[in-house]
């Protein structure tokens, strides 16, 4: 079974099918993500391709994120929606 999106949780939330508390609980057992998906940005290169920045924790393995990486993903894709746009007229 696939995990739940935040946005699909939000929505049952308020129509009131969820909790706070089902949400908390749904996440602790890992059937919710804990974060939103940024939609997919691109930025040129200087040879005029388009290219989507990337972020990872090299080593996380099935660790979960600490409040400090969650704060610092959250930085990043502020960075990114500030430098980037959302839909390059070529992939190319």
Known sequence: MGRLSVNEVETLREKGILSDATVKE????????????????????????WVSPQLYFQGLNKSEYSKDMTTFRGEFDKLVVKYCTTKPTTTK
């Open 26 to 49: 749904m996440q602790d057992e890992g059937l919710v993500s804990k974060r939103s998906r940024i939609t997919a940005r691109w930025i040129k290169t200087k040879g005029n391709t």
